[in-house]
């Protein structure tokens, strides 16, 4: 199946540095990738919503400013946390849709985010 | 508002069948997905399913009835390593998926 890779799997910072969080599609095209954020024992909560070549779709509650995120290519997205907190330490994940809008979802390893 | 329900968690035997239950509520409908998620990892899809009907891949079946609004995950044979939380999601008329708060299952020996 198609792979998702996602970079760095874990990152240890400290307060108000920001992080950056890559995510590539190794052997296809995705137009669309999402970022999502899960905290322990909870479900994933979509973030935003990455099209190549156009700004981001963000959720309600989610902070544009602080979450930056970059789809320049059709392989890699890449989410930045500004000015991190400890409130931002989570799991962060990403997904790519393989073809269409009803294509399947791939996902990255995800990315363990604890800051001091 | 858009709401998808499962059970929070289940426990079953090794070698044993369980079925994870699915309601939902969506504004519009694309397709229902299942995932499976060991703790600390990210989820795997496991099935899709846009028609009505039983859908078998080897070990797991998904199940959907869009006039109920309902679907299951059935889990047959069950081995310890099929501890995990299994992730029901919805993609609705906008094509985003809604997801599930996902079902913690336990196997036992």
């Known amino acids: 199946g198609a792979v998702v890779s996602q970079h760095p799997s874990w990152v240890i910072c400290k307060s108000g540095t920001s992080v950056k969080i890559e995510c590539r599609s190794l052997d296809f095209q995705a137009t669309t990738m999402f970022w999502y954020r899960q905290f322990p024992k909870q479900s994933l909560m979509l973030m935003a919503t990455?099209?190549?070549?156009?700004?981001?779709?963000?959720e309600q509650g989610v902070e544009k400013d602080k979450f930056l995120i970059n789809h320049a290519s059709l392989t890699l997205s890449t989410l930045t946390v500004t000015s991190a907190h400890p409130e931002d330490s989570s799991f962060y994940i990403c997904?790519?849709?393989?073809?269409?809008?009803?294509?399947?979802?791939?996902f990255g390893e995800g990315s363990r985010l604890t800051v001091l | 508002g858009q709401n998808i329900d499962q059970p929070t968690e289940m426990t079953a035997t090794e070698g044993a069948i369980v079925q994870i239950n699915c309601t939902y509520q969506?504004?519009?409908?694309?397709?229902l997905f299942w995932y499976q998620q060991h703790a600390g990892e990210a989820p795997t899809f496991l099935s899709y399913n846009v028609l009505d009907g039983l859908e078998e891949k080897g070990r797991f079946s998904s199940f959907l009835s869009r006039s109920k609004g309902y679907s299951y995950l059935l889990l047959k044979e069950l081995q310890m390593k099929d501890s995990a939380s299994y992730l029901c999601a919805v993609m609705d008329s906008n094509y985003q998926l809604i997801w599930g708060a996902g079902t913690k299952l336990i196997i036992k020996p």
């Open positions: 990455s099209n190549e070549g156009s700004k981001a779709t963000y």
């Open positions: 997904s790519a849709r393989l073809g269409s809008e009803t294509g399947e979802l791939f």
């Open positions: 969506t504004s519009g409908f694309n397709g």
